[in-house]
């Protein structure tokens, strides 16, 4: 606990709250997920019964209405204990495309049923297997028919699909040779999966290193009503792209949790454990590794602030998004990295969690976004060097 | 019934604890610090109380600096309905809190009184007892179950030998032991309701009590290292050094 103002509130209560909550899931919780590569459906209940899922969701539709700074605690407190977001930090970002771009009647229909954990919300069909972070290239297509329209395509790494009752959809409208922006002609849609699977929905889970419940789905003339489409038609793409920040700032915040967990619990074993008659941790060879990367995570968490408080004044956060989450991912990663070699054998024993958590953190380095399109963002768009692809 | 629970707040239970280096006391500094666990299962039964219709309110108190609102932060969040906080800088030991309350439940006029057995800080377990003697009033301590009914409370206290029930009128001091219950965490949005919650902050000078310290405190230190075992080759050998090093037998 610190009491250097920061950029944006700290939410100490709410961080004690979810500490708590955490306590309840230790390690061997999370080690029996992994090897049975099963949904952590427990933990994910008690967030959302504590209604930390909801956080963002506005009082009036039944969440909490509270800035994105709460709900950066929330994902980083969930990791700093060891536990694992990614089973549903989508809830959080996902609702927002709907909540921004939405009519009033689907926010109705949907934000409470979300915001009281009835329905989930986080599956989000973007990426497609041709079309990577190239999105206007997808070629999943929804055609206008009569009363709605008709989906075909395929999409890839859509995670938690097998446990979201609700999808965000990105599809084609229009075809792309008929556009004028290639950024146009998409559209989103918010598709209730339970009435599609089956009938022109199926999906098929994707085993990875660590337990994601990651999936690929098949569009086969999918038939969904016209009253799915979020906002207007060929606008899909920028509402997409307001949501990503705040993706991008709230994975920041889990990998500087990610970081800290590490770093404690290196730093723990580092001074328990005894060899040649001292802690390991007297030996700088051991220091100094834990020693960077907790400057390197301290860094990382100014930027996740910088992001944070310039997305809640509601001002261009794009850069600063994008520089917390390869900062973030990377000081996590040489955390992870210098608590396996603190640990020597021990590191790769399941049971001291880290080789768990080292393969999760992995991750954040290419997803949602890889390191090389930040960079390429931020020479680009920041430093006004040209275009390179 | 109006219930008033006592909170603590003390160096979480998590933290490792350092004695200060000039041996004044523990180091609290740049510490983590949160409600004595105790105290939590003292929330925790008042707020069921209050859920079973028992109870019409629940009135959280905690004594000390400043930051105790935390504290009392985290009972509102867990249900009670409002909270006081007596301020002060001083140190407190257990019969100035006892006396400080006695004056709360004076303002406040509970049925009960509940408290934690005692702080994992000090571990004096001092105050619910004081506090049922200042008052005259029933004490059933160290509580796994509180059962209320007709004026009267049935406690089921934990013993040395096992479990003691005892039947006391009401109005009672209880204070909780670990059995009594398991604590909830609070909620996202009882958290930002707690913030909206009335809290009263009173001095001790307007209670008009005398907090300054019966005992002194001379030394803390560090409970010594312990030393690593032996083995003994044989029953003769264990019997010999039971009898001779360490005069149990």
Not at chain 1, 32 to 49: H, I, K, N, S
Not at chain 1, 271 to 279: I, L, S, T
Request: proline share 4%.
């Amino acid at each position: 606990m610190s009491d250097i103002p920061r950029l944006v509130e700290a939410h100490d209560d709410i961080r004690d709250a979810v500490r708590k909550l955490c306590a309840d899931f230790p390690g061997p919780y999370w080690r029996w997920l992994d090897r049975e590569r099963a949904y952590p459906r427990d933990f994910v209940a008690a967030l959302t019964e504590a209604g930390y899922l909801a956080a963002l969701i506005p009082e009036e539709y039944g969440g909490s209405g509270l800035p994105l700074s709460a709900a950066a605690a929330i994902l980083e407190e969930i990791q700093r204990a060891g536990c694992n977001g990614a089973a549903c930090h989508a809830q959080m970002y996902v609702m927002g495309t709907v909540l921004r771009h939405g009519s009033e009647e689907q926010k109705r229909r949907w934000l409470p049923e979300v915001a009281s954990g009835r329905l989930r919300l986080q599956a989000f069909a973007v990426t497609e297997p041709t079309s990577g972070t190239d999105t206007t290239s997808l070629s999943t297509t929804a055609v206008r028919d009569g009363d709605g329209y008709v989906v075909n395509g395929q999409k890839v790494w859509t995670s938690r699909a097998e446990h979201s009752d609700l999808m965000l959809l990105l599809a084609r409208t229009t075809p792309r040779d008929q556009v004028k922006k290639r950024t146009d002609g998409l559209s989103v849609f918010l598709v209730d999966m339970r009435e599609v699977k089956g009938k022109g929905l199926s999906i098929q889970p994707i085993p990875t290193m660590m337990n994601h419940n990651t999936t690929e789905l098949f569009f086969e003339d999918m038939r969904i009503g016209a009253d799915c489409l979020v906002g207007e038609e060929g606008k899909g793409f920028r509402y997409i792209l307001d949501g990503m920040n705040a993706e991008r700032i709230l994975i920041a915040a889990e990998c500087v949790g990610d970081a800290r967990w590490f770093i404690e619990k290196a730093v723990t074993y580092a001074n328990e454990r005894v060899v040649f008659g001292r802690p390991i941790g007297q030996n700088q060879g051991i220091q100094f590794p834990l020693a960077r990367a907790h400057a390197q995570s301290e860094a990382a968490a100014l930027m996740v602030d910088s992001a944070l408080a310039r997305y809640e004044a509601g001002v261009p956060c794009g850069a600063q998004a994008n520089m917390a989450k390869m900062l973030a991912s990377e000081a996590a990663w040489a955390a992870g990295e210098a608590a396996i070699q603190t640990h020597g054998g021990f590191g790769f024993a399941e049971e001291y969690d880290i080789e768990r958590k080292f393969r999760e953190t992995r991750l954040y380095q290419v997803a949602p976004i890889s390191t090389n399109l930040i960079l390429s963002y931020l020479a680009e768009h920041v430093l006004g060097l040209p275009r390179s692809y | 019934m109006k219930v008033l629970v006592a909170v603590k707040r003390v160096v979480d239970y998590n933290v490792k604890i350092r004695v200060k280096s000039d041996n004044t006391g523990v180091e609290t500094a740049n510490v983590k610090m949160s409600m004595n666990p105790f105290d939590e299962i003292a929330v925790e039964e008042a707020v069921r109380l209050k859920e079973a219709g028992t109870a019409s309110e629940v009135v959280a108190v905690s004594l000390g600096v400043k930051q105790c609102q935390e504290t009392l932060r985290t009972a509102l969040a867990m249900g009670a309905d409002r909270a006081i906080l007596v301020e002060t800088e001083a140190e407190l030991q257990p019969l100035a809190v006892a006396k400080l309350l006695k004056e709360v439940v004076a303002k406040e006029s509970p049925d009960m009184v509940l408290l934690g057995k005692q702080a994992i800080d000090d571990d004096a377990n001092q105050t619910g007892q004081m506090l049922a003697a200042l008052m005259g009033w029933a004490q059933g301590t160290f509580a796994s179950k509180i059962t209320l009914a007709d004026g009267k409370a049935e406690v089921v206290r934990e013993v040395d030998g096992g479990l003691e029930t005892v039947s006391v009128n009401l109005p009672l001091v209880a204070t909780t032991d670990l059995r009594l219950n398991e604590p909830r965490y609070a909620s996202l949005p009882n958290i930002m309701k707690a913030k909206k919650k009335p809290l009263d902050t009173l001095t001790p000078d307007e209670l008009g009590v005398d907090v300054a310290p019966r005992l002194t405190t001379l030394k803390v230190e560090e409970p010594p290292v312990r030393q690593a075992g032996i083995k003994v080759p044989d029953v003769a050998t264990l019997i010999d050094k039971l009898k001779t090093e360490a005069k149990v037998i």
